[in-house]
T-cell receptor, first 116, second 115 residues
């Protein structure tokens, strides 16, 4: 069984500061990992995904994440926060080895607040 | 229309009402999903359909009844709901169910309030 833990349900940063959102996973097989963002009153949008190619993955809006197998982590970072980054962020994992590999297990989400 | 659309966007219903949520994907995908998003709880996968056949039902109460008449449309029929069913219901689709590389594309959701 897979699981995802996002440390910190709320993260607050100042505009221009580094954004770091943490995600740790548990999986019995090498997983695929995803970060989604949800803006208010909208559905989820894919930010980036790791699918066993490069361990440092670049996504949209200046976000990137690094897969660290030894730490079972896939933390999301952005060097400089913008007010428009305020949203809820979800880490998710899939198991590519089974017939339903596109089913996702989501973490609990982290709400990012950006202060002016 | 592009992507995944959901109607209605907002719904208020009494516990004795019957209503339906509709999802339509314009991406040519073969797999569709219903999720429930409640405050302070992780996203809950409710139902999964692949090529119009249900492949997953995560112990969802029978007052929720899904229907997938074709690969582009997914419905969630609601009857005799409880106030705790109030939530954002999200629909998603992916190219296929297998493989793991398939990104899920989400609709904007239906905000449901049960009185």
């Amino acid at each position: 069984a897979q699981s995802v833990t996002q440390l910190g349900s709320h993260v607050s940063v100042s505009e221009g500061a580094l954004v770091l959102l943490r995600c740790n996973y548990s999986s019995s097989v090498p997983p695929y990992l995803f970060w989604y963002v949800q803006y208010p009153n909208q559905g989820l949008q894919l930010l980036l995904k790791y699918t066993s190619a490069a361990t440092l993955v670049k996504g949209i809006n200046g976000f990137e994440a690094e897969f660290k197998k030894s730490e079972t982590s896939f933390h999301l970072t952005k060097p400089s926060a913008h007010m428009s980054d305020a949203a809820e962020y979800f880490c998710a994992v899939s198991d590519p080895s089974n017939n339903a590999g596109n089913m996702l297990t989501f973490g609990g989400g982290t709400r990012l607040m950006v202060k002016p | 229309e592009t992507g995944v659309t959901q109607t209605p966007r907002h719904l208020v219903m009494g516990m004795t009402n019957k209503k339906s949520l509709k999802c339509e994907q314009h991406l040519g995908h073969n797999a569709m999903y219903w999720y429930k998003q409640s405050a302070k709880k992780p996203l809950e996968l409710m139902f999964v359909y692949s090529l119009e056949e249900r492949v997953e039902n995560n112990s969802v109460p029978s007052r929720f009844s899904p229907e997938c008449p074709n690969s582009s449309h997914l419905f969630l029929h609601l009857h005799t709901l409880q106030p705790e069913d109030s939530a954002l219901y999200l629909c998603a689709s992916s190219q296929d169910l297998a493989g793991g590389l398939g990104t899920q594309y989400f609709g904007p959701g239906t905000r449901l309030l049960v009185l």
